[in-house]
């Protein structure tokens, strides 16, 4: 429905109604956060912005920077590390690279997702920055590029350091950085074993084996931080990322990020109600070339409802009609907002889908004239 006002506002509104119980959920987990892939929305936040120790789970940081290393072609996935005697002293977890050898890249990348190897992270850091010190620096400048405002690294492996932290918060953002930026890569995260100095090691995630919508990242453990996973399914055309962390046990860790997953896959859901590019609605054009212009969407309109909500949201358009000549094609016109979302009204701008140059003077006599008599144009 359009509604035009005598300041010459146009409203377009789209309105639905059906009631739907949303049901809450709870978590064994003590810091959580669930975060669409595609709006970023957070759909679930138990402490999501509380510092917690991330142990292996800050090895995604580490494959971050191998990763951008790789498209930028500073080095290839032939490349290889020489490893030190302190990458092969490190304990926990480990690939079990031999000191005085090199490694390929592509195998490091293996050992630190398969395998989280500490070693591995080690050999990489010492491999881009010369020690791992220097590494650490490079970290925290990505991570600030990224937009992690909570996080601190001091080493590549997660190793337990006061001074080590991140966020649930800033981990999801993380995943969904390394996910959209690397799709060339991620399909390591899928890989449920790897055999390296004829030692196979299974992938720690515990995901990949019970929930067959799962495709990655990582999990983590210490005794301070207990047992924590930032994970991502997809279910459908819907990606969700989880991190959950401060629980008990292994089983815990799994059931626990399998329950707030399924919950958030069944209660929210994402509307595309324009893409890039489509004709949202027409406008007049007041002394131009031609008499109607369409407007169009500047990018993908999409958002995250909870499914409560799929039938009473509305979409209103809203721009100053009629529309000036001349007029220029790509420039906001005006915009459309969205109401009800996850994170309540959101706003998308409306662009002109051409360029209409100003008409000449019969024409502008003859459309000033068909405006005031007719309220509207004669092409």
């Given amino acids: 429905m359009i509604f035009y006002s005598r300041f010459l506002l146009v409203f377009f509104t789209l309105m639905f109604c059906k009631h739907v119980i949303s049901v809450p959920i709870s978590t064994k987990a003590k810091y959580a956060v669930v975060m669409d892939y595609d709006t970023g929305n957070i759909l679930f936040d138990k402490s999501a912005e509380q510092r917690i120790f991330p142990a292996s789970m800050s090895k995604l940081m580490t494959i971050y920077i191998l990763f951008e290393a790789l498209e930028e072609g500073t080095i290839t996935l032939d490349s290889e590390f020489y490893v030190s005697k302190k990458a092969w002293r490190k304990g926990g977890s480990k690939m079990f690279v031999e000191p005085d050898t090199n490694v390929k890249v592509r195998d490091l990348l293996k050992g630190i997702i398969v395998q989280s190897g500490n070693d591995a992270c080690i050999v990489v850091a010492e491999g881009i920055s010369g020690d791992e010190d220097t590494f650490a620096d490079l970290m925290n400048a990505k991570a600030k590029e990224i937009g992690l405002v909570n996080s601190n690294f001091t080493n590549s492996t997660g190793w337990p350091d006061d001074n080590h932290y991140m966020t649930p918060l800033d981990l999801a953002i993380l995943a ?119 407007l169009v969407a500047k990018e993908d309109i999409l958002f995250t409802l909870k499914k409560k909500n799929t039938k009473i949201y509305n979409a209103k358009v809203i721009f100053d009609s009629p529309i000036k000549a001349p007029i220029v094609k790509g420039k906001t016109y005006g915009k459309i907002i969205i109401s009800d ?39």
């Fill in 176 to 294: 969904k950085s390394l996910m959209n930026n690397f799709p060339n890569f991620y399909s390591l995260f899928k890989e449920k074993e790897f055999t390296y100095n004829n030692i196979k090691q299974s992938n720690r995630n515990p995901l990949l084996y019970s929930y067959q919508y799962a495709d990655g990242l990582k999990t983590g453990y210490t005794d301070i931080s207990g047992y924590s996973l930032a994970g991502t399914a997809t279910k459908g055309n819907r990606r969700l990322i989880a991190v959950l962390s401060g629980m008990d046990n292994v089983k815990e860790r799994k059931d626990e990020t399998i329950k707030v997953l399924e919950w958030a896959f069944r209660e929210y859901t994402n509307i595309n109600l324009f893409s890039k590019g489509d004709t949202i609605i027409e406008a007049d054009v007041w002394l131009g070339k031609k008499a109607i212009i369409d």
């Fill in 341 to 379: 979302t996850v994170v309540g009204n959101i706003e998308y701008p409306v662009i002109a889908k051409e360029s209409i140059k100003k008409a000449g003077i019969f024409k502008k006599i003859s459309s000033a004239f068909s405006y005031l008599i007719f309220g509207g144009y004669a092409d």
